[in-house]
């Protein structure tokens, strides 16, 4: 019924906001709406301790499951629960691992201009046996900050995480 209803559904349905346009309404006839999208499309290199990857992928920097202020290239509302995994963003991403418990990323996925683009660096590492992740950003217009950990007290897990815009 929504199909019928609502006159910009298809388009709203097909739409996609990647640098790549990676959704595609197949069948759009009536009250009939057969959407597929393309999640992930990257080609990926090796080389010792450096790994490259281009193209639409998940890049994933937040600890927690629920709410991740250091997960930048995929913000996504609180309560939109019906989606477990989030979608990929068109980037590259530069990864070196240093020791077997840290590694350190690079990764840009461009705008339309500077203000509409994220270019953040993150450094993960073992301290104390907690995993500690430090995160600093060009995010769109602002500078951004952040830091999370992931470890335990006694028996249960304890972690957080935070991200600082100016």
Do not use: C
């Given at each position: 019924?929504?199909?019928?209803?609502?006159?910009?559904?298809?388009?709203?349905?097909?739409?996609?906001?990647?640098?790549?346009?990676?959704?595609?309404?197949?069948?759009?006839?009536?009250?009939?709406?057969?959407?597929?999208?393309?999640?992930?499309?990257?080609?990926?290199?090796?080389?010792?301790?450096?790994?490259?990857?281009?193209?639409?992928?998940?890049?994933?920097?937040?600890?927690?499951?629920?709410w991740n202020?250091?997960?930048?290239?995929?913000?996504?509302?609180?309560?939109?629960?019906?989606?477990?995994?989030?979608?990929?963003?068109?980037?590259?991403?530069?990864?070196?691992?240093?020791?077997?418990?840290?590694q350190i990323?690079?990764?840009?996925?461009?705008?339309?201009?500077?203000?509409?683009?994220?270019?953040?660096?993150?450094?993960?590492?073992?301290?104390?046996?907690y995993d500690?992740?430090?995160?600093?950003?060009?995010?769109?217009?602002?500078?951004?900050?952040?830091?999370?950990?992931?470890?335990?007290?006694?028996?249960?897990?304890?972690?957080?995480?935070?991200?600082?815009?100016?």
């Amino acid at each position: 019924e929504s199909v019928k209803t609502f006159p910009f559904f298809a388009e709203n349905v097909g739409n996609d906001d990647g640098l790549v346009d990676m959704s595609f309404n197949l069948v759009n006839e009536n009250a009939l709406l057969f959407n597929s999208t393309i999640d992930r499309a990257n080609i990926e290199y090796n080389k010792g301790k450096w790994n490259f990857k281009l193209g639409r992928q998940r890049i994933n920097w937040g600890i927690n499951l629920a709410w991740n202020p250091n997960d930048l290239f995929n913000a996504y509302n609180f309560v939109d629960f019906d989606y477990a995994e989030r979608p990929g963003s068109d980037a590259a991403r530069l990864t070196y691992y240093a020791t077997p418990m840290s590694q350190i990323e690079v990764a840009y996925r461009p705008g339309g201009n500077l203000d509409e683009s994220i270019l953040a660096a993150y450094y993960k590492f073992n301290k104390w046996q907690y995993d500690i992740q430090t995160i600093v950003a060009n995010y769109n217009t602002d500078l951004a900050l952040g830091l999370g950990y992931a470890g335990s007290i006694g028996t249960a897990g304890f972690k957080g995480e935070g991200t600082y815009f100016h």
